[in-house]
């Protein structure tokens, strides 16, 4: 089997390239065979100059009509140039430093050239193009995600040896012949090796159609397999439905979308499953107030409640507002990392002997000296700081507690579905009245100097405010980026000078930034230049003013949460986007996001702008990283192979021998969030 051989054992792997490898994520053969082509460059149709499509690579068949000349730039810089002629035209190339490209080029000799075409007046160039010897054949080349010192054309070496052991060794097949002939699929052998060296580009869609549905497929049953292994559990036992008592004791009304929110729990609290549901709401929606009337009626039926939030000062502000909301009824407690010995031990002692009703902490919560009497109900906020398995390990300091997920970051549902597909979903889509819209500005650093100063207007005014960068240190290389320490300093000495400033960014020890995050909230600092750590976990009422630096450079969803951090209180908020890109696109997005304060909206724009990417990054938001599918792209795959999971769960063939393969794929795509395969 590919998946137990090391990359070792290919050729030309040592010690330093595996361990390039191993950056990549990949170990064994069958890490390396599921490193899929990010492109491709396509070799397999050569065409003439005057053929050649504007502005996209392309390849072009001719023959050498002048060998390379170089011509010394500066130091450190030479450039090689010769001509190309395709039986029409002729082509210049330039290549750069590149003294082992050119040594390949030789008079009257038949190449390939692969590159970007530019005309130049009645000139044809190309500059930097990649070559081939007419004799390497005209074919679809694969271009891999790469690391320092392992190239695309490495791992393009070691993927054919990779290819040919999966070949001559069996190989576990997932999907049945029956299942791949019901959704006409191809079988895996056949997807790999079309994927990575694709003989046309119809088999090169056949092989991701089959890959892609099988990737899809194995995270749907994993998902189900959650969600189904949560519920069949006995659930803690809620007779009664005490919303209008909490309701009552309220200084406000309950929106229509926090009162059908609450009526969701409260049925699932009734049910004979566990209730598993995600609150997803924009900004100020209330998702909080929903948490408390939930945890209200499982406290009235002599349970406890635990919510667990990102950060100390995120767990501080929601003890205070639950200790609000719920008033003397209920006994809140506060456990965080940073509590003295003493105190920590006390309030663990009182949660064991239960007369702690509702305990609010951050991942001292998963701690194993923390024990709970009688824990019914489990809420996490801000859900995609968490990972599936810590939701699992606090839910299992109870007897299959209810579970309430709340997050502020706004999913089309859609993609809602996938990343929180162990979870029913209810959205909160009506703000409460009273709630003031965050005024929204584009501008290039022209205006900086005005901006600034329309910041220092409402700092002396008592307010407090943002300056938010994309960078925590000027980079090494040349950039226009202002990095948050460089604009700090800046400020510090320049335009904010004999003013109150804080710094804040992820490289910081979290005691420093609980330290900086408490001392803005105190007032204490009036403006906090910050990188996006303050995305989540900073609930400042009195900030009122953010500047973005180069906002360009954020998705439209993370610049939204951002802004999300002023506009809290009772003040008129303002946020300030600067951005001298000039690119229709980032018109477009920047345009949204001053046009409307509806995170919804933004989101839907955002995904057909920019792709999933801003919604699972690297963290997936707790689930499995996904290879090749594209949730965008193929939702019609994904509603087929949806509908497939739903069909499998409920057949006995599952649980046979012609799908262990299948189950053995799902328990390796949850293993790294502490899952387990179907049984």
């Not at 950039?479 to 004999?498: H, I, K, M, P």
Request: proline share 4%; glycine share 8%.
């Amino acid at each position: 089997m590919p998946h137990t051989f090391s990359v070792r054992s290919l050729k030309g792997v040592g010690d330093k390239r595996a361990a390039q490898y191993e950056k990549l994520g990949i170990v064994t053969v069958a890490d390396l065979l599921a490193h899929y082509p990010r492109g491709y460059e396509d070799w397999s149709s050569p065409c003439t100059a005057a053929q050649a499509p504007v502005g996209q690579p392309c390849c072009i068949r001719g023959f050498v009509v002048t060998s390379p000349t170089a011509y010394r730039v500066r130091q450190g810089m030479t450039l090689y140039r010769f001509r190309v002629s395709d039986g029409q035209d002729t082509i210049q190339a330039t290549l750069f430093n590149n003294r082992f490209a050119a040594a390949k080029v030789r008079r009257d000799e038949e190449i390939l050239l692969f590159g970007t075409l530019n005309r130049n007046g009645r000139q044809y160039e190309m500059t930097s193009p990649l070559i081939e010897g007419a004799a390497a054949g005209q074919r679809i080349r694969p271009l891999y995600r790469q690391t320092e010192g392992l190239t695309s054309r490495m791992i393009e070496t070691n993927m054919v040896e990779a290819l040919a052991i999966a070949s001559t060794r069996p190989m576990a097949e997932p999907l049945p012949a029956s299942l791949r002939e019901t959704y006409d699929l191809c079988d895996r052998l056949c997807a790999l090796r079309e994927i990575h060296f694709p003989s046309s580009k119809m088999a090169l869609e056949a092989a991701r159609r089959r890959l892609v549905f099988e990737e899809l497929l194995v995270l749907q049953l994993g998902l189900l397999q959650l969600k189904s292994r949560d519920r069949a559990q006995s659930a803690v036992v809620i007779r009664g439905d005490y919303t209008d008592d909490f309701a009552a004791g309220l200084p406000f009304t309950l929106t229509g979308a926090q009162r059908r929110a609450i009526d969701a729990c409260a049925a699932d609290l009734r049910g004979d499953r566990p209730m598993s549901r995600l609150i997803q709401g924009d900004v100020g929606s209330g998702k909080t107030a929903v948490a408390a009337a939930v945890a209200h009626t499982v406290i009235q039926e002599g349970y406890q409640a635990a919510m667990m939030a990102p950060t100390e000062i995120l767990a501080g502000q929601h003890a205070d507002t639950l200790r609000r909301l719920l008033g003397d009824r209920v006994r809140v407690g506060l456990l965080t990392g940073s509590l003295p010995t003493a105190q920590k031990q006390a309030l663990q002692a009182a949660i064991a002997a239960g007369e702690v009703d509702l305990v609010v902490g951050t991942h001292a919560l998963l701690s194993e000296s923390v024990a709970f009497s009688r824990l019914g109900l489990v809420i996490t906020d801000e859900q995609h700081r968490f990972g599936v398995g810590q939701r699992a390990r606090l839910a299992a300091k109870g007897r299959h507690p209810h579970m309430l997920v709340m997050s502020a970051t706004p999913i089309p549902r859609t993609l809602a579905l996938i990343l929180y597909g162990d979870l029913d979903v209810s959205v909160l889509d009506e703000l409460p009245p009273g709630r003031q819209p965050v005024e929204t500005y584009a501008v290039n650093s022209a205006k900086r100097e005005r901006a600034y100063g329309y910041v220092r207007k409402h700092l002396d005014e008592g307010r407090q405010g943002f300056i938010v960068c994309p960078l925590v240190e000027e980079s090494e290389e040349p950039s226009d980026l202002r990095s948050a320490q460089e604009v700090f300093a800046a400020l510090s000495t320049g335009a904010f000078r004999g003013y109150r400033l804080g710094l804040l960014h992820g490289r910081m020890k979290p005691v420093e930034k609980e330290q900086t995050m408490a001392a803005f909230a105190a007032g204490k600092i009036q403006l906090l230049v910050s990188t996006t750590v303050i995305e989540v976990g900073v609930d400042v009422p009195n900030a009122v003013i953010m500047v973005v630096e180069n906002a360009d450079r954020f998705g439209l969803a993370q610049l939204h949460q951002l802004r999300g951090r002023v506009g809290r209180g009772a003040h008129r908020s303002t946020c300030i986007l600067i951005s001298d890109h000039t690119g229709e696109e980032n018109r477009r997005r920047l345009s949204v996001l001053c046009a409307t304060n509806d995170g919804f909206r933004i989101a839907d724009e955002d995904l057909k702008l920019r792709g999933p990417g801003d919604f699972f990054g690297d963290r997936q938001h707790g689930l499995p990283q996904l290879r090749i599918a594209d949730l965008m792209g193929d939702v019609s795959l994904l509603q087929q192979a949806q509908a497939c999971a739903a069909d499998l769960v409920e057949s006995p063939a599952l649980c046979t021998e012609l799908y262990a393969p299948l189950r053995e794929a799902v328990a390796r795509l949850f293993d790294h969030v502490g899952e387990q395969g179907l049984n």
